[in-house]
């Protein structure tokens, strides 16, 4: 069992940056594909951003591509979202993710989540 425990949501200015963390519970944090994903008011649940389980692949989504960036530290069992030049259109509650071993754009393939971390940017 794994359990998550996601932070680091706020109000920022559009431009500003934010850093979200998650830090997970379990003695296999290495072996877990981790995810963000987040859920805006009426949009369905997307993927932000995966990282394989030791560091050395990732994959984002396009609107965040290039502002955005995906890390963890496996010997803290966190991992992070560094949110750079925040866009209006970034407002939504960010959930952290994990699975054993699957990279996968897909909510579906994740099986342990956080309670989530509300992120409002302002205009």
């Known amino acids: 069992q794994v359990q998550l425990a996601d932070s680091g949501g706020g109000l920022v200015q559009a431009g500003g940056s934010l850093r979200l963390s998650c830090a997970a519970s379990?003695?296999?944090?290495?072996?877990?594909?981790m995810a963000w994903f987040r859920q805006a008011p009426g949009n369905e649940r997307e993927l932000v951003a995966a990282i394989t389980g030791n560091g050395a692949n990732t994959l984002y989504a396009d609107s965040v591509k290039g502002r955005f960036i995906i890390s963890r530290d496996n010997t803290k069992k966190t991992v992070f979202l560094q949110m750079t030049s925040l866009k209006f259109e970034d407002t939504a509650v960010y959930y952290c993710?994990?699975?054993?071993?699957?990279?996968?754009?897909?909510?579906?393939?994740?099986?342990?989540w956080g309670k989530g971390a509300p992120v409002t940017v302002s205009s």
């Open positions: 379990g003695r296999t944090f290495n072996s877990y594909t």
């Open positions: 993710a994990a699975n054993f071993g699957t990279f996968s754009r897909t909510q579906y393939d994740y099986d342990y």
